[in-house]
């Protein structure tokens, strides 16, 4: 390709494949994190760990960057626990692998390792609480609603300030995340994403990505509720 001037860098795994299909020379590095943050949720801190990719490489030449979040874990129900989490990042992370292949994109497939912290909670069913909806992710609700059944979606859009702690520095970071109330087949479960995030330090700049990557992602997954027929009210960061 020649117009390498008039490339939009990706955000997404979905820009990559777009980029791959429009005949763009990809390279594509992957690097894997899981990273301690400590989370601040309506006045009430807590901490989690958040399985995070790192996409970098270049298109033609052109350099590009972007994170993605596929899982966030906790000792506690404010979101999935840590054993459950990582089985829901790795099947995120598949579904983006197959994405990718099914473009011509070429990847060793690596997937998210917590060993330690899994042998630490190996007794996820007792500890687990029921509305997590265990090891499900959202597709796995709208396949139901496939199959014919009713599937209600209550969603509520959050912005959540957190400080990440890697191994020699720590980073502010504010995460924009979905929470999923779903019905369906007589129990009610919870569920949630991270569709986004930026450097608290760099608002002004990064804000706007994070929020257009987060309602990209919102309307991918809305159009598949849609075709699915799930009951639910659209809504968008602003």
């Known amino acids: 390709m020649d117009d390498t001037n008039n490339i939009n860098l990706p955000n997404r795994v979905t820009d990559l494949v777009n980029l791959k299909k429009l005949g763009y020379n990809l390279d594509i590095s992957m690097s894997f994190d899981i990273v301690p943050i400590n989370f601040a949720h309506k006045a009430q801190e807590f901490q989690a760990h958040v399985f995070l990719c790192k996409y970098s490489g270049t298109i033609e030449k052109k ?63 007792k500890n687990k ?44 970071q504010t995460y924009l995340n979905v929470d999923f109330n779903i019905t369906t087949l007589g129990r009610s479960n919870k569920f949630q994403r991270c569709l986004g995030c930026f450097s608290t330090d760099n608002e002004t700049e990064e804000k706007p990505i994070a929020i257009n990557t987060a309602n990209d992602r919102l309307k991918s997954l809305f159009n598949e509720f849609d075709n699915a027929k799930v009951k639910y009210k659209a809504c968008f960061f602003n």
Request: net charge negative; aromatic share 8%.
């Open 129 to 172: 609480d029921e509305n997590t909806g265990g090891i499900l992710t959202i597709h796995d609700y709208i396949n139901i609603a496939k199959e014919g059944n009713i599937v209600e979606i209550q969603i509520e859009l959050e912005t959540l300030a957190a400080v990440e702690h890697f191994a020699n520095e720590k980073n502010k």
């Open 63 to 125: 350099p590009f960057l972007f994170r993605k979040c596929y899982a966030k874990g906790c000792p506690h129900n404010l979101c999935p626990h840590v054993a459950q989490a990582v089985m829901i990042a790795n099947r995120y992370l598949k579904k983006d692998y197959k994405k990718m292949a099914d473009s011509k994109i070429k990847l060793e497939e690596k997937l998210f390792s917590l060993e330690d912290m899994i042998a630490k909670y190996e007794d996820v069913d």
